[in-house]
Nanobody, 115 residues
Framework: VQLVESGGGLVQPGGSLRLSCVAS????????MRWYRQGPGKERELVGA????????NYADSVKGRFTISRDNAKNTVYLQMNSLKPEDTAVYYC?????????WGKGTLVTVSS
């Protein structure tokens, strides 16, 4: 089982990034997918979540209207489009797959928002 995040990097405030998470080794389309983040000195927090069919998507209040989660079950990939980035969005972003008692994590990708 693998979840591999990519797309992180350094971006200026107000900029955009698109994170990707490619899954392998399990039936991706059957799993709810979530993005978490952990900023420096902070606890890990849920950014957003989508159900297995992508029919219901929830976001943390801090990113509503700026971040968008989508998934492509044919490509075993979930995305996080991040717009209007702020310095407080600086964090390692993690992809998570969850179904019943199964819970898989990626190793994360670093996003730094700074001028």
């Amino acid at each position: 089982v693998q979840l591999v995040e990519s797309g992180g990097g350094l971006v200026q405030p107000g900029g955009s990034l698109r994170l990707s998470c490619v899954a392998s080794g399990f039936t991706f389309r059957s799993y709810d997918m979530r993005w978490y983040r952990q900023g420096p000195g902070k606890e890990r927090e849920l950014v957003g979540a989508t159900t297995s069919a992508g029919g219901r998507i929830n976001y943390a209040d801090s990113v509503k209207g700026r971040f968008t989660i989508s998934r492509d079950n044919a490509k075993n990939t979930v995305y996080l489009q991040m717009n209007s980035l702020k310095p407080e969005d600086t964090a390692v972003y993690y992809c998570n797959a969850r179904r019943l008692g199964w819970d898989y994590w990626g190793k994360g990708t670093l996003v730094t928002v700074s001028s």
